[in-house]
Structures are given as structure tokens and as C-alpha cells.
């Protein structure tokens, strides 16, 4: 999995003035599978031609698939909502959403609870989720479970046959969606006497009404459980001897909107986010004045990095490889302490599929009073407020 880094970055101090910088990884929604190779040699043009009908080809047939198999699921569904409505009173506290009634309107008050909020504290207490069905279990015809995720975050749902509240047609419809459909949950929270596994929260929710907002397609190409199972757990699997899916890197970036639904990507997103508040907000405190300065530039802004060049209106041009020319701008200008958060370009050569050409910088440049160590004091308080931030804020995402 990818991972967020911080790394310190020393540079010559200008004149009356220092710089610190730290960098953030922001590689991870890179699209590029570990198949491809940015070294190998180029083939035949005739070649490449061939793949591209091939790969054209390909595409069709699969969206073709794809669009017989919605329409058979839209069908499928229909007709099992039409007659569990004939026989059903219940009819009315499930279903799918009609796409007229998403559509803007009168706003109905409706507030919807957040999974990672539900508690114990919330317990005989009525709320309202949305999120995906991550998993769907029909126990019988008068019992099913449905495990909602939002956010990396999930939650058991219970549907048990009862009079006025849960129809058996209603427990029908619930099995019958797809997983990774969005739904409405409408229920009462209840405490179990036991701990639940495979799920975030130690609640339940007893269902009264059951909507579908979107229906995922009936066969994904990847599994979500699959994707995020670790490789401690597959390595552990298989002492025991027993055969679990791995789902390989170059699926993971190919599918990258669903392996972004895993657990561990929520967190590391999460993670960055509160790395970027955390850094804001400190230098803010300590007297530092947030910039932006520019991407496009017409020459280097400091050495020791190759950077990406470019024709710019028939002038050679190129992206910045650093803000450092324009914090130093600043500090002469008297602006005395500046940060920035923006991204950073490095046309460094590399023999792997990760190395970062273009990331995230955090940069930070101040003015020294007398001694080095009032920067050292900034960089240690800063770190300290980091660690201590990610421990508070990001305790679910550890």
C-alpha cells in the first residue's frame, strides 16, 4: 500500500533567512499500472496500432457486457419491487429511489447520522445512514443482515420479520441488492450482548426502512474484501492452509476508484489531510503568512533537481521544482516567516514505478534573529504538534 512520508529537507540558509521543508506524499491516485514500464524500448508503430484496435475492441465488448447485464439487474429488480408491492402494506418503507426524486427540491429536514458516529451512547435511538452495502447475508426468509460502510467506517443492519415493521418481502428486497449500492437506512440502534465482528461498530441497527440510492452493477472487478485484506493477513492465511485472494498492485491502480473505498486508503488520505490542517495551523500560531507561488516558471528555482521543460508561447519554460526562489523573495520583501502547500515537479530519472516526480511540498522559510536554533525550536515544536494532532484526531485510521 502506498504511504505517506514526511522528509526533511536541509538547504543553504539566505541571507538573514532560513528554510525548512517537509514533503507529502500525493502520488497515490497515480492511474499507471506496475505493467507498465516508462523504460522500455517503443514498439513498431504497426504493433502499437494492432494493440490499440485490440484494446478498443476489448473496451466495447466489456461496456456492452456491462450494460446488458444493468439492464437485466434494473428488470430483475422492477419486477421483484412491483410484486412484492401488490401483496405488501410495507411496500412504502423500501425500494429504489426514483432519479426524480433525487433531483433538487424542497429541503425535507432529514438529517443523516455519520456511521463512525453511532455508539452505545446512541442506543433505543432512531437514525438515518447512508453508505454502500458492503455485505449482504440472508440468514432465512424472515432474517437477513446487511453490513453498511461509510467512510472506512461500517455498520451491521438487521432485518428480522415483524408485524407493522418488517415485511417478508422487505427482508426479499434487502438480499436482492448488489453490493456497493448506495442505500438509506432508517432504524433503531441496539447494543448486542456480544462484540461483532468484521464490523467498526459495536451497534446495531434494527432496519424499518430500507431505500436504494444507486445500484452498484451486479459483478465487480474487484472485490472490496479482497482489496483490503493486507499481505500480513494473506502470509498468515497461508500457514494455516488456507488460499485467500491477493489482489495485485496493477488491478489495485487499474480499479483505483474502488481500491480508494478500502480501509487502508481512507486512512492514509485522512492521515495526509490532518498532516496538511495540523502544519497550517501551527505555523499560522507561530507567526507565519501562507503563499502561493508559481508552477510555471521560466528557469530553475534552485539546483540539485532536473525539472520538467516545456514550450511556453515559444519561450522555454518549466514547472517549478521548488518554491524556494519566491519564499526567499518574500523573506526580503519583509514578509519575515511564509509557509506554502502546493505541489512540487522533479524530472529525476528512477528505476522503479514509485518514485515521486511530482508530490506534495510542505515549505516553511524565516528570518533568524541571532541563532540557528530558533529554527530548530519551529521544526521540533512543529513535529511534536504533528504527532500529537495524528494521535488525537486519527485514532481509528492508526
Known amino acids: 500500500l502506498p504511504l505517506v512520508y514526511i522528509a526533511c529537507q536541509s538547504r543553504l540558509p539566505p541571507p538573514n533567512g532560513v528554510t525548512f521543508s517537509l514533503s507529502l506524499s500525493n502520488t497515490h491516485l497515480t492511474t499507471m499500472s506496475s505493467s507498465e514500464n516508462p523504460g522500455n524500448p517503443e514498439r513498431p508503430q504497426q504493433d502499437g496500432e494492432n494493440k490499440t484496435e485490440l484494446s478498443k475492441k476489448a473496451a466495447k465488448k466489456e461496456a456492452a457486457k456491462q450494460e446488458k447485464l444493468r439492464k ?153 474484501e479482497d482489496a483490503a485484506r493486507s499481505e500480513a493477513e494473506i502470509e498468515e492465511a497461508l500457514k494455516e492452509g488456507k488460499q485467500l485472494v491477493r489482489v495485485n498492485q496493477d488491478t489495485r491502480l487499474n480499479y483505483r476508484v474502488l481500491d480508494l473505498r478500502t480501509p487502508a486508503n481512507q486512512a492514509i488520505f485522512q492521515v495526509e489531510s490532518e498532516v496538511e490542517h495540523i502544519f497550517r495551523v501551527f505555523l499560522r500560531s507561530k507567526g507565519f503568512r501562507g503563499i502561493h507561488t508559481p508552477k510555471l516558471m521560466g528557469g530553475t528555482s534552485e539546483g540539485g533537481a532536473a525539472v520538467f521543460r516545456l514550450d511556453y508561447k515559444g519561450q522555454p519554460a518549466c514547472l517549478a521544482q521548488s518554491p524556494q526562489l519566491h519564499k526567499q523573495m518574500s523573506i526580503s520583501g519583509d514578509f519575515r516567516r511564509v509557509f506554502e502547500v502546493g505541489p512540487v515537479f ?29 529554527v530548530m525550536d519551529i521544526i521540533d515544536q512543529l513535529f511534536v504538534a504533528i504527532f500529537d494532532g495524528l494521535n488525537e484526531n486519527c485514532k481509528g485510521e492508526l
Open 346 to 374: 522533479r524530472a529525476e530519472d528512477s528505476y522503479t514505478h514509485r518514485h515521486l516526480c511530482e508530490f506534495t511540498g510542505l515549505d516553511a522559510e524565516m528570518e533568524i534573529k541571532e541563532h540557528y536554533s530558533e
Open 72 to 224: 437485466k439487474q434494473e428488470a430483475a429488480a422492477a419486477a421483484a419491487l412491483a410484486e412484492a408491492s401488490i401483496a405488501d402494506p410495507l411496500a412504502e418503507k423500501y425500494g429504489d429511489i426514483p432519479l426524480v426524486d433525487l433531483q433538487s427540491k424542497a429541503v425535507t429536514g432529514r438529517v443523516w447520522t455519520e456511521v463512525k458516529s453511532l455508539s452505545p451512547d446512541l442506543k433505543d435511538q432512531t437514525v438515518l445512514v447512508r453508505g454502500r452495502a458492503q455485505a449482504i447475508r440472508a440468514v432465512s426468509k424472515k432474517m437477513a443482515f446487511v453490513v453498511v460502510r461509510e467512510a472506512g467506517f461500517t455498520v451491521q443492519c438487521v432485518l428480522t420479520v415483524s408485524p407493522e415493521k418488517v415485511s417478508e418481502q422487505m427482508v426479499k428486497y434487502a438480499t436482492s441488492l448488489s453490493r456497493e449500492s448506495i442505500i438509506d437506512v432508517e432504524g433503531v440502534v441496539s447494543v448486542p450482548s456480544g462484540p461483532i465482528k468484521g464490523t467498526s461498530q459495536q451497534v446495531e441497527i434494527q432496519v424499518r426502512k430500507i431505500y436504494c440510492v444507486n445500484r452498484a452493477v451486479p459483478t465487480l472487478p474487484v472485490n472490496i
